[in-house]
């Protein structure tokens, strides 16, 4: 009866130790019970993230695995010809329900680039993390964000494009891929607005 009791006793402790180790592996998320990864299809990536399957690429670098992704593109003021002094255009990059990544393009003009950097780029990035590429009249990024002051009009103030793109969540990626990946959506971003801002002046931006 003993030996009985003792069998039925390591069964019951067995099996709720494998439940234990269940649990403990299913709140992880690790195997057998990760989450599935969802895709970030080219198809779907915001408009004016410029090149879709390059976009795709640097999204794939810089974003964390989620179960599934969601974009959402909003042009809300867009220039219609040489005297139309605004554009406005943003893109929302979600992963299950939270948001990942915001791109913002508009106009504006800055007598500095570097005020530029001062009054608009640091609200996503401190200054001291900021290290300057080729793009634009100024181009900056970080593991946070990276933006281009991109020459719009060759008339007038000087109006330039804005194009910033903030890293709210990231994966797995080193400092350098992160950087670079936010440099290329900067300068996907920068080529689609200055083609569809209709801009008249040289975007220096290559893709």
């Not at 000087?158 to 797995?172: A, D, P």
């Amino acid at each position: 009866m003993a030996s009985t009791r003792t069998k039925s006793l390591f069964a019951g402790g067995a099996a709720l130790l494998l439940c234990l180790v269940g649990g403990v592996l299913y709140a992880s998320g690790l195997p057998p019970f990760e989450e599935e990864k969802g895709e970030i299809k080219a198809s779907e990536v915001c408009r004016t993230l410029g090149s879709s399957s390059g976009s795709a690429a640097a999204l794939k670098r810089v974003l964390p695995d989620k179960s599934s992704y969601a974009f959402d593109d909003a042009m809300t003021d867009l220039r219609t010809d040489d005297s139309d002094r605004t554009y406005d255009t943003s893109c929302f990059v979600n992963g299950d329900g939270k948001m990942l990544l915001a791109a913002r393009a508009q106009i504006l003009a800055y007598e500095k680039a570097d005020d530029w950097v001062k009054e608009v780029v640091t609200q996503f990035a401190p200054a001291s993390s900021l290290a300057a590429f080729d793009a634009g009249d100024k181009a900056v990024t970080s593991t946070t964000a990276a933006g281009i002051y991109v020459p719009c009009r060759r008339k007038g103030p000087g109006e330039h494009l804005s194009v910033v793109v903030e890293l709210k969540q990231h994966g797995s990626a080193s400092e350098a891929e992160l950087r670079d990946g936010l440099a290329s959506l900067a300068r996907n971003a920068a080529l689609f607005a200055h083609q569809n801002a209709k801009c008249d002046a040289p975007a220096k931006v290559t893709g």
